[in-house]
């Protein structure tokens, strides 16, 4: 099974910083099959990037994936008072293994 | 409009067995992909399993192979995840999930609420 991981493990930042979190995989991730994930408390994950870089339909363009291989970056632009949560990278297929990274946490400095 | 409702989950002592079910509704079931994947209190997303559409390709986690069984019944718009010799560690909220894509994996859109799976003696 792939491995993948994040860093940092927290992220502590300001309202209008950029963010860059980062993925990295034990092997090469096969048709850059990679998403993100945002998760804020108590609620379930929201699928945010696709194809290491289509963003989602409705998710605002400050979110942006790229990367390929084994070396997946997700950045938000400014971040947004409503960002601060846990995001995870996911790696899927259509006839192999998955496997979720352990997740950033971005919090408010 | 998707809507994934999880049932079956539980108290149940180590080395028992429980059979989680998720009932779908609002989309062609039998087109996709469907997931479990688990969350242990205050910790990340872990996937379980995964099946195709026609129930052939079915791919489990190392840390569950040979202890779960992932199982559709499209005729009942239904995920199944049969759960034996459970331990400890298997704790955790189980989700059912439906991919994005139609005929194919691209991402996990649509999340049930979950249902909780307690191992304890």
């Known amino acids: 099974e792939i491995v993948l991981t994040q860093s940092p493990a927290t992220l502590s930042l300001s309202p209008g910083d950029r963010a860059t979190l980062s993925c990295r995989a034990s092997q090469s991730v096969l048709s850059n099959f990679l998403a993100w994930y945002q998760q804020k408390p108590g609620q379930t994950p929201r699928l945010l990037i696709y194809?290491?870089?289509t963003r989602v339909a409705g998710i605002p363009d400050r979110f942006s994936g790229s990367g390929s291989g084994t070396d997946f970056t997700l950045t938000i632009g400014r971040v947004e008072p409503e960002d601060f949560a846990v995001y995870y990278c996911?790696?899927?297929?259509?006839?192999?293994?998955?496997?979720f990274g352990q997740g950033t946490k971005v919090e408010i400095k | 409009q998707v809507h994934l409702v999880e049932s079956g989950g539980g108290l149940v002592k180590p080395g028992g067995s429980l059979r989680l079910s998720c009932a779908a509704s609002?989309?062609?079931?039998?087109?996709?992909?469907m997931t479990w994947i688990r969350q242990a209190p205050g910790k990340g997303l872990e996937w379980v399993s995964y099946?195709?559409?026609?129930?052939?390709?079915?791919f489990h986690a190392d840390s569950v192979e040979g202890r779960f069984s992932i199982s559709r019944d499209n005729g009942k718009n239904s995920l199944y995840l049969q759960m034996d010799n459970l331990r400890p560690e298997d704790t955790a909220i189980y989700y059912c999930?439906?991919?994005?894509?139609?005929?194919?994996?691209?991402?996990?859109?649509?999340w049930g609420q979950g249902t909780r799976v307690t191992v304890s003696s």
């Open positions: 996911h790696q899927y297929g259509s006839a192999s293994p998955w496997a």
């Open positions: 609002g989309f062609a079931f039998r087109d996709y992909y």
């Open positions: 194809g290491a870089s």
């Open positions: 999930v439906r991919d994005q894509a139609r005929l194919g994996v691209a991402g996990l859109a649509h």
């Open positions: 099946i195709g559409g026609n129930g052939v390709t079915r």
